[in-house]
Each structure stands twice: as C-alpha cells, then as structure tokens.
C-alpha cells in the first residue's frame, strides 16, 4: 500500500513570494489533515478535510493560507504571501476508517 | 485547552541503556494517547497507542502506560539501539474531538556507541 505523498520535499522563496504543497493521500482515506511543524515544535493542526469538505480551520491563517482538495482526493495548501514566520515543515496525514493518522514525509519551507 | 507536556531534549544515552521520556496531559474529556516517532529526514509514525485507563501500548520493545491518575503516558525501553535515535512526540486525541492531535514539542533521543 503506498503510503502519503507529499511534493516538493523542500522549497526556498524570499518573502512575500507565494507558495504551494501537494498532498496525495493514501487510497480510500476519506480524510485529510495539513499541519505545520516549526522547528523545535509539535505539529499543529492547520485544517482537517472529510471528503472535500472543511472540518476544521480555525488555526489556519486564513488571510494568507488557503487550502482546497475539489475532489476529495489530493489537495494542495497555499501560502501568498509568505512571510519569516512561515518557515516550517508543512506535513500532510490522512486516515481512512480508524483514527490512526498517516504521515507523508512531509515539505520543508524557508522563508528567506 | 487540551495540551501534552514533554520532558525537554536532546537525551543522550549510550547503546543498551533505559529510556524513559517523560510525558503528561490535561484534556476536558477522555483522550486516547499516542507516541510518534519521527526519523531524521522522515515523517511521523504512530510507534504506540492506548485508549483507556491503564492500557498499555507496547511496539518494537517499547511501552507506555496510560495513568489516569497522574494524567501520564511515559516512554520507556529496556535497552536503545542507536537506530532508536530519533524525535519522540507524545500526543492526544479527545473522544469525540473530531480526530484532532495534539501533541507535544517532541523530545530528541540521540544514542550512542
């Protein structure tokens, strides 16, 4: 079973510049996750999907963060525009019927 | 809020030596309990889980053991191995949360010969 996959695995622009990661969940996992890990931390949550709907985004920085997956499969997150605080590992999960969370490898940013 | 609280790293430990990586909680309700771990250059990966009371999850010679009591699942492992060098977070997810983790700021084992 090939597990979640995640592009590019790294990625530097300066600030203000615009951003955007991809995520292909595992197959048949209805639900999707992007969380962003900032060195030294704990991932946290940014927005959880079920199918293609949005369960949860209140920690998404919504004037500058978006996220979409139109066809309840892959999705991508956006950032414009970026600014130093955005300098993270952007990490992709899903899980299917059981509440265990798959890890894709997950995006390293650096904001210059 | 919810929240999960972990000992500070990096902890270096020689080969064959006892682990114990230090982990409590505060939630509102009745979380289920987890240990990820995180390879360098890698993503997380459940390494062990317990949903109720007193469970204990166990994987690959490690165990935690969720009390209650003391609002705790510590990380313990007989004898590391320097493949065990890695990121260690502990984390929760509320019953009836949504299927939201939370974890805590990781903990660095780093072992060594």
């Known amino acids: 079973e090939a597990g979640v996959a995640q592009s590019p695995r790294y990625k530097i622009i300066e600030k203000r510049q615009s951003v955007a990661f991809w995520c292909n969940p595992i197959?048949?996992?209805?639900?999707l996750y992007w969380y962003q890990q900032i060195l030294g931390q704990g991932p946290k949550l940014l927005i959880q999907?079920?199918?293609?709907?949005?369960?949860?985004d209140s920690q998404l920085p919504k004037d500058r963060f978006s996220a979409e997956r139109l066809k309840g499969v892959d999705s991508t997150l956006k950032i414009q525009p970026a600014k130093l605080e955005d300098s993270a590992v952007y990490l992709c999960?899903?899980?299917?019927?059981?509440?265990?969370?798959?890890f894709g490898p997950g995006t390293r940013l650096t904001v210059t | 809020g919810d929240s999960v609280t972990q000992m500070e790293g990096p902890v270096t430990l020689s080969e064959e030596a006892f682990l114990t990586i230090n982990c409590t909680y505060t939630?509102?309700?009745?979380?289920?309990l987890f240990w990820y771990v995180q390879y360098p250059g890698e993503g997380l990966q459940l390494l062990l889980k317990?949903?109720?009371?007193?469970d204990k999850g166990s994987n690959k010679g490690f165990e935690a053991t969720y009390r209650k009591e003391t609002t705790s699942f510590h990380l313990e492992k007989g004898s590391v191995q320097v493949s065990d060098s890695a990121v260690y977070f502990c984390?929760?997810?509320?019953?009836?949360?949504?299927?939201?983790?939370?974890f805590g700021t990781g903990t660095q084992l780093k072992v060594e010969l």
């Open positions: 999960a899903s899980t299917g019927v059981t509440y265990e969370q798959y």
């Open positions: 197959s048949g996992h209805a639900t």
């Open positions: 999907f079920q199918n293609n709907g949005v369960v949860d």
């Open positions: 939630a509102t309700g009745y979380p289920s």
């Open positions: 317990a949903t109720k009371a007193d």
């Open positions: 984390a929760l997810i509320l019953t009836g949360g949504g299927n939201k983790l939370t």
